[in-house]
């Protein structure tokens, strides 16, 4: 079984900084992308920053404020996330598209973590 689990979410004012984490374990054969993704209330979940073997794509609202990072050795992704707005305020998620070890030679698998909830205050 595959588990994302993310931490590092809370409260911060504007112009401050987080840094979330997600910790992906189980048995895993290779991953194709991993990412984090947010969803306001009200809103439609969007894209905050994804890695895959194409690069790394960030969601127009970055504006090179945010920057995601994974450390191989701790199957871990990150995402430090400076100059907050209100705006930034959401649930943000880990995802993970991989092959787990049980599934090799099949399509990869999307999973996603219980989400981080994220508030930025005026």
């Known amino acids: 079984q595959v588990q994302l689990v993310e931490s590092g979410g809370g409260l911060v004012q504007a112009g401050g900084s987080l840094r979330l984490s997600c910790v992906i374990s189980?048995?895993?054969?290779?991953?194709?992308?991993t990412g984090w993704y947010r969803q306001a209330p009200g809103k439609e979940r969007e894209l905050v920053a994804v890695m895959g073997s194409a690069g790394t794509v960030y969601g127009d609202f970055v504006k090179g404020r945010f920057s995601i990072s994974k450390d191989n050795s701790k199957n871990t992704v990150s995402l430090q996330m400076n100059s907050l707005k209100p705006e930034d305020t959401a649930v943000y998620s880990c995802?993970?598209?991989?092959?787990?070890?049980w599934g090799v030679g099949a399509a990869p698998v999307r999973y996603w973590g219980q989400g981080t909830q994220v508030t930025v205050s005026s």
């Open positions: 189980g048995n895993i054969f290779t991953y194709t992308s």
């Open positions: 995802h993970a598209e991989l092959t787990p070890t």
